[in-house]
């Protein structure tokens, strides 16, 4: 049984534009657990990677810059953690380039990328998006 997961409210930022950028994550993540749960993980792998390193560089973008502009607090703490993704992704990448896909490497991938992804928008990017949201209200 694969654990699937699913975009709700309590992992908004109530910033649109960045909270459908992190729907779309949650949205392949899914498909990829039902490829999972048919045994075509090793086949999907590959293209799931290429299109989280891609789309993981663009919305990393997006959210640095707008968080640039409100100073604040963990800002570094989220370039980090958004190289670290990037290090991870090469990482897999590099390790089917040298000894190929298997299913087991696609459940391993899968769990590692969703845990990242669930825990930095919970730690990071809420936290960032709350400083934001004082700094509008002036509170
Ligand atoms: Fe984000
Ligand atoms: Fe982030």
């Not at 409210?9 to 048919?38: C, M, N, W």
């Not at 891609?54 to 640039?68: L, Q, T």
Request: aromatic content about 10%; charged content about 25%.
């Amino acid at each position: 049984m694969v654990k699937k997961y699913t975009w709700d409210e309590s992992i908004a930022t109530g910033d649109p534009a960045i909270d459908l950028q992190h729907k779309q994550f949650f949205v392949v993540l899914y498909d990829f657990a039902g490829a999972l749960e048919r045994g075509n993980g090793a086949k999907e792998l590959r293209k799931l990677l290429i299109f989280l390193k891609y789309y993981g560089e663009w919305h990393f973008g997006k959210e640095e810059n707008s968080i640039a502009c409100f100073n604040c607090p963990m800002a570094g703490e989220n370039i980090e953690a958004h190289k670290h993704y990037m290090v991870t992704i090469d990482s897999l990448l590099e390790q089917i380039r040298i000894s190929g896909v298997s299913e087991d490497l696609a459940h391993s991938s899968y769990e590692k990328l969703t845990d990242w992804l669930v825990n930095h928008i919970m730690k990071i990017d809420m936290a960032n998006a709350d400083h934001i949201k004082s700094c509008k209200d002036g509170t």
